[in-house]
């Protein structure tokens, strides 16, 4: 059904209010004297014919009134209705239909409106509960090296290590649980800003090529005890990695990675991180000589708490978020991280920067 606008609406009405009358004035002229000739009529014919326009113009405000009633206030108040629905919460609603053009343009605007809330809210509650679910499921984690450490303070304070080499494990223990108390509170401090930082991050320019070099050397001493080389290897010249980014949080998502693959890399294995510059982006590629990732786990690698249910586990120390905040930092930075398996064995992610 085409849709008019209410100036036509009203140009219309006033055809109708000039046209009704003198059709009904000129009817009953008619009829009372059989003719047109108005100059020949009886007075008395020109009284009933006056009444009938009167009449006629009454008629024309009534179906004036009825239009506007059903065209334009009608709809009006049908979304003033929705309107109290939708900010009490209640969703559930049926806008209503019109025939006048500006009217149907503020139905859609608001349909479009009411169903973009309405995605936001789902979103919102979604990450609420998931926010939720996180620190739940931290706050469960930092209880177990919480326990462990309380217990070896205390063996150490009763005296239960007696010689030199049992204070020094109870020592060596305490500071294993200690660190790993600080990677589970890094991680959900981490996590959380990451929800709080959607828009803006403190960017700066820096060097894609000193980022990496740091987050190498600050997993050489974990790879050193398991006796793993990580290999790098950069196809471009320093100068040539300039990007704008924020520094701290690009090194700990490029950490994290690194990390995961130490963790989950056997003894005596290798890390190759390979890096090149393509176009108007710098790509890496951290490759592990590990078992690789599952079926399950390429599908739910980077989900909040997913933990695999061999290699990746709570006795590697983390809490689940390594990868999570990796993927969120990279994106937020305008670039990519996936995950796969080599042809020749061991897990892969990949990833990228703009330049």
């Known amino acids: 059904m085409g849709r008019l606008r209410i100036r036509t609406s009203l140009l219309l009405s006033l055809v109708l209010l000039l046209l009704l009358p003198w059709i009904f004035f000129v009817t009953a002229f008619l009829l009372a004297t059989g003719s047109v000739d108005f100059d020949g009529g009886q007075p008395g014919s020109y009284v009933v014919s006056h009444i009938a326009a009167s009449g006629g113009l009454m008629l024309a405000f009534l179906i004036i009134g009825l239009q506007i009633r059903r065209y334009l206030l009608d709809p009006l108040e049908k979304l003033g209705a929705a309107v ?14 019109s025939a006048v053009r500006e009217i149907a343009e503020v139905r859609d605007g608001f349909e479009f409106m009411v169903n973009e809330l309405q995605s936001s809210n789902w979103k919102q509650a979604a990450l609420e509960e998931q926010r ?35 204070v020094s494990k109870y020592v060596t223990v305490c500071k294993e649980k200690s660190a790993q108390l600080d990677r589970l509170v890094e991680d959900l401090f981490t996590f959380s800003r990451m929800e709080y930082q959607e828009d803006g991050l403190s960017k700066c320019e820096c060097n894609f090529h000193e980022i990496v070099k740091k987050s190498i050397e600050s997993l050489q001493p974990q790879a050193k005890q398991k006796q ?71 599908t739910r ?34 670039g990519e991280l996936a995950a796969s398996n080599h042809s020749e064995g061991g897990a892969v992610l990949s990833g990228w920067i703009p330049i």
């Open 84 to 97: 109290r629905k939708v900010a009490g919460g209640d969703w559930d609603i049926e806008l209503p239909q």
């Open 132 to 166: 939720r679910f996180v620190i739940a499921a931290v706050a469960h984690d930092l209880r177990t090296p919480l326990f462990a450490l309380r217990g070896y303070l205390d063996g150490l304070e009763q005296g239960i290590a007696r010689t030199p080499e049992q």
């Open 228 to 298: 793993i080389a990580i290999l790098a290897g950069f196809e471009f010249e320093t100068r040539e990695c300039l990007i704008r980014a924020d520094a701290h949080l690009l090194e700990r998502a490029i950490s994290n990675v690194l990390d995961n693959a130490v963790r989950h890399t056997p003894a005596h294995g290798r890390i190759v991180f390979e890096c090149r510059r393509e176009k108007d982006r710098v790509t890496f590629i951290i490759q592990d000589s590990g078992l690789g990732f599952t079926p399950e786990e390429l």
């Open 301 to 334: 690698i980077f989900d909040p708490l997913y933990r695999g249910e061999q290699s990746r586990s709570r006795a590697t120390g983390g809490a689940g978020l390594g990868l999570t905040i990796s993927q969120r930092i990279i994106h937020q930075h305008g």
